[in-house]
């Protein structure tokens, strides 16, 4: 085992644990801010540790690099689809409680 498949098994692993942890919060916590909470590290680093993981096991080149944009764009997609549900949730709570007082 080379050294650099040493470090992407350690990578692989790192990243996968903080799926496997976000997803557990994310079953177990209760409420939308909660779980939206959770969510975080899975999309700001446990995604991108598995592509950079990845990167690392491919080698330099051209799948490398595809790998890495692969990781940037979860890494960006996932804080921006985070707060855009953060506020969905919250438009919809502030409608909720504007019904129930017209009643």
């Known amino acids: ?8 098994l350690v990578l692989l692993v ?20 909660l779980r939206l909470h ?11 540790l598995v592509a950079l993981a990845l990167a690392v096991d491919t080698g330099p080149g051209r799948a490398a690099v595809k790998l890495l ?4 764009l979860l890494a960006v997609g996932g804080t921006v689809t985070t707060m855009a549900v953060a506020r969905a949730t919250v438009r919809g709570q502030r409608e909720t409680a504007q019904r129930e007082a017209q009643r």
């Open 38 to 48: 959770a969510l975080s590290p899975a999309a700001t680093l446990g995604a991108p």
């Open 1 to 8: 085992m080379t050294p650099r498949h040493t470090l992407a």
């Open 69 to 72: 944009v692969i990781g940037l």
């Open 14 to 33: 790192a990243g996968t644990t903080a799926l496997l942890l976000a997803a557990l919060a994310l079953a177990v916590l209760p409420g939308p801010y």
